[in-house]
């Protein structure tokens, strides 16, 4: 199956600074989902990317399926002290592929 | 938005005893649901994928036997760590997936978290 990797594994940012996370797959994916881990909670969905150079807005954030479809960014910018959290991404090797592969995660810390 | 409701949220057990962790779609059916595990500031490791009516698939390097998984309705998967020993401390995850969606969104229990003294 494919392998996911996402960089950096953390992120301290300043309290108002822009910060992205990546995400690289070994093999082209068919879609490509976000999700917000809170310190000591679960994962909770951001968001899906199907298309070829997909690019979705949700407020400060900003994700985007790269033209290949092999990889993807979040984007936040004017990080707030409610951004504190793991980021994954999880991608999906083919449509009819049940399952998703999760990349190892961006662990995102903020400075007031 | 779907809740998965899982429990326990904590356990603490002897070694050598078994624990079962359940999994619950409360208001939606699933005929499919994940177990994870993850290790503190680790990503999540698919352990077995549970199917309603059927054999759970398991991960390479996952015990079947060690991890076995039940997935007797549409909304309720169980875990169970038999013979816990204390390498098998760990939070524990699950999620699933609406019925029908295959490539729709997870939605993830609380987790549990199991010591195993």
């Known amino acids: 199956g494919q392998q996911v990797m996402q960089i950096p594994q953390y992120q301290h940012v300043q309290e108002g600074e822009d910060f992205t996370t990546y995400c690289n797959s070994s093999?082209?994916?068919?879609?490509i989902q976000w999700y917000k881990q809170r310190p000591g909670g679960h994962p909770v969905f951001l968001i899906q990317?199907?298309?070829?150079?997909e690019v979705k807005k949700q407020k400060r954030l900003t994700f985007q399926f790269g033209e290949a479809k092999k990889n993807s960014s979040l984007h936040i910018t004017a990080t707030q002290t409610t951004d504190v959290g793991t980021y994954f991404c999880?991608?999906?090797?083919?449509?009819?592929?049940?399952?998703?592969?999760f990349g190892a995660g961006t662990t995102v810390t903020v400075r007031a | 938005g779907a809740v998965v409701s899982q429990h326990p949220s904590r356990v603490i057990c002897k070694s050598g005893t078994s624990v079962k962790i359940e999994c619950r779609s409360l208001?939606?059916?699933?005929?499919?649901m994940f177990w994870y595990r993850q290790f503190p500031k680790q990503s999540l490791m698919l352990m077995a994928t549970?199917?309603?009516?059927?054999?759970?698939?398991?991960e390479q390097g996952v015990e079947k036997d060690k991890f076995l998984i039940n997935h007797a309705s549409l909304t309720l998967s169980t875990l169970t760590v038999t013979s816990a020993h204390p390498e098998d401390s760990s939070f524990y995850i699950c999620?699933?997936?609406?019925?029908?969606?295959?490539?729709?969104?997870?939605?993830f229990g609380e987790g549990s978290r199991l010591t195993v003294l």
């Open positions: 999620s699933a997936r609406k019925t029908g969606l295959i490539t729709g969104e997870l939605f």
């Open positions: 093999t082209t994916l068919s879609n």
């Open positions: 990317l199907v298309k070829s150079g």
């Open positions: 999880a991608g999906r090797g083919s449509s009819n592929d049940y399952k998703l592969s």
């Open positions: 208001d939606f059916q699933a005929t499919t």
């Open positions: 549970s199917n309603e009516g059927s054999k759970a698939t398991y």
